[in-house]
């Protein structure tokens, strides 16, 4: 079972001292956080500060009776020290504390750091929405990778999960592409020997022929109104177009190492959904008909302007399709939340999407999110398929596994496995440099850069995992483990003990404990770089430990047992991190 976090104990303490002060009516939320010095202890809470300025009493007076309160309650031998510095109230953990901790990694091992946080709630978590007829390129690694890290926290919190890829099976780019396909004819020999690539081929090709002959655009989007009215030939040629992209598709998810999707719902499936939608709204008097006969729903009123339903030219909208989405994941699902990871250039589609539901009764607003993503761009520029300025993600993968695959030959030529093992680095490489930015934050791609395997990067983590593997085989080769300690660990230090630990240790049991909160901020925030952020200072912790402190040198049993014990918890937590963040652990590199 998950057990108490150290945050979740003293969240627990200052409530019962702010209780019996009579205090709680204050405070609505308890703001506990590392201190910014950390000598003054594991977690500081503002509590007094705040509740100084509501009460207009001297901050240091309020948090002396908090501390003196937390002080007369049964610590049950868990803190070290409750000590008020500056307003602040500071609370230092006790060795016991940390031992029990690493007691607890060791027993729970693959489970260190789940909660039952979600258990009976659903989350819905759209991502990696490829579109029909183009192959992936690397702007789409950012919604792929990190959809696919946040589906790994949710299901480690205990959320029943429902993923959906939302392929861009509909709408103008199909008319295009349609017309390309009738008016410049493929070789279909090339065609169905790389059909993806042919496809794109000539996607880009018309588009270009639009650009310079705009009235073509009009006879493209003919065609998708065709496509829309059931035409034999237009349908029978898209649902081509989509069986050779799902193929595709999934190559690309297994080449990524993505979890399996529940769902590969296109837009066209709500296509039967959206009259249904239509009448809705137009029961509701939410849609008004436009100078041009356009249908809309006004949401100038809050700065939103008019979101489009239904064309001039009766083809329906993205927004009508993404309507009927949610309906059908709101009634199919029964969802607490609903996700969708897209980049930041779709906010102002999701506020007018949000605010139609509410105008139409439905608590989108607070039930749906937009987990909005900096946009990946080059050095010369945006991405654009349409100009066939891309970078293909197969390309990136490729050229990821020669040069990891080059390190390793340099660096261990007699490693078993070399091929296998450079795969799993190349994508810790290509998948660590998108989830350890700030996902909000604009990312300019260079090849240098996405495939760093030095630093604070995916290949460091693996590589500290590793070295840490390759010191318990030395171990486990001088000495003699009966079967549960081979299985379990380590002769374990009692968490009675008076050992005295070294500060390096003991800055490595500080870390270890603040894992399971960090995965749970992660599953309210949906930020994994701070889930990248601690797993590349616990890797700095633990190597700045093993520098000064020798393990298998150590002479005393019971200390050198405690010290197997500590990198053994330590790479187990690194290879669950690295789990959540979708990136292998290999015990030897």
């Not at 205090?23 to 503002?46: A, K, R």
């Not at 409750?82 to 031992?99: A, R, Y």
């Not at 659903?122 to 183009?134: C, P």
């Not at 205990?158 to 861009?168: L, M, V």
């Amino acid at each position: 079972m998950p057990s108490e976090t150290s945050k979740n104990f003293i969240n627990h303490l200052l409530s019962s001292a702010l209780s019996g002060l009579k205090l709680t009516s204050y405070l609505d939320v308890l703001d506990i956080t590392p201190p910014s010095n950390p000598d003054f202890g594991d977690y500081s809470s503002n509590a007094a500060l705040i509740l100084s300025k509501k009460l207009k009493i001297n901050p240091k007076e309020i948090a002396g009776k908090i501390v003196d309160a937390i002080n007369n309650i049964d610590l049950e031998g868990k803190l070290e020290s409750v000590t008020e510095q500056g307003g602040f109230i500071n609370f230092k953990l006790s060795q016991k504390f940390l031992l029990n901790n690493l007691g607890t990694i060791i027993d729970q091992r693959d489970l260190y750091g789940c909660s039952v946080l979600g258990e009976g709630k659903t989350v819905v978590v759209e991502y990696f929405q490829n579109n029909v007829a183009k192959p992936p390129h690397v702007g789409h690694l950012r919604s792929s990778v990190i959809g696919d890290c946040l589906l790994r926290v949710f299901k480690s919190q205990g959320y029943k999960t429902i993923s959906d890829t939302h392929i861009g099976d509909w709408g103008v780019q199909f008319g295009i592409l349609l017309y390309a396909f009738k008016t410049m004819k493929p070789d279909m020999e090339v065609l169905e020997k790389d059909p993806i690539n042919e496809l794109n081929k000539l996607y880009v090709a018309m588009s270009a022929k639009i650009e310079a002959q705009a009235e073509l655009r009009d006879l493209a989007k003919a065609e998708f109104k065709k496509l829309e009215d059931g035409d034999e030939q237009n349908r029978k040629l898209w649902q081509l177009f989509v069986d050779e992209s799902l193929k595709d598709f999934e190559r690309y998810r297994i080449l990524l190492g993505v979890l399996p999707f529940d769902y590969n719902l296109g837009e066209s499936f709500y296509e039967k959904h959206m009259p249904e939608v239509l009448a809705e709204f137009q029961e509701k008097k939410l849609i008004t008909k436009g100078e041009t006969g356009e249908l809309y729903i006004d949401l100038e009123s809050f700065g939103l302007g008019r979101c489009i339903l239904v064309k001039s030219d009766g083809a329906t909208t993205y927004h009508l399709r993404d309507f009927a989405t949610y309906l059908y994941r709101r009634k199919q699902f029964n969802f607490l939340k609903n996700l969708y990871i897209v980049d930041n250039r779709q906010s102002h589609h999701f506020k007018q999407l949000f605010k139609s539901l509410e105008l139409a009764g439905y608590p989108a607003e607070k039930d749906s999110t937009h987990i909005d993503l900096g946009f990946m761009s080059l050095p010369e520029g945006a991405i654009s398929t349409r100009k066939g300025t891309t970078i293909s993600l197969e390309n990136l993968i490729t050229e990821a596994n020669k040069r990891a695959l080059k390190i390793i030959e340099d660096k261990n030529p007699d490693l078993e496995n070399k091929e296998a093992v450079s795969k799993q680095v190349a994508l810790a490489a290509i998948k660590y440099f998108d989830l350890s930015h700030n996902r909000k934050t604009e990312i300019i791609f260079t090849w240098d850069n996405a495939l760093s395997f030095e630093g604070n990067t995916g290949p460091y983590l693996q590589y500290t995992h590793a070295r840490i593997h390759g010191i318990l085989r030395k171990s486990r080769n001088n000495t003699e483990l009966n079967a549960e300690n081979a299985e379990r660990g380590f002769p374990r230090l009692s968490a009675s003990d008076s050992a005295s630990f070294r500060d390096t240790e003991l800055s490595v049991l500080r870390k270890l404990i603040q894992f399971p909160e960090v995965v749970t901020q992660v599953s309210q925030d949906y930020f994994p770089n701070n889930l990248c952020n601690y797993l590349f200072e616990l890797s700095q912790t633990v190597n700045s430990f093993y520098q000064e402190v020798p393990v298998l040198a150590e002479t005393d049993e019971t200390l050198k047992s405690f010290r197997l014990n500590l990198i053994t918890a330590t790479a187990q937590v690194i290879k669950n991190g690295l789990y959540l963040l979708g990136i292998e652990a290999p015990e030897e590199m």
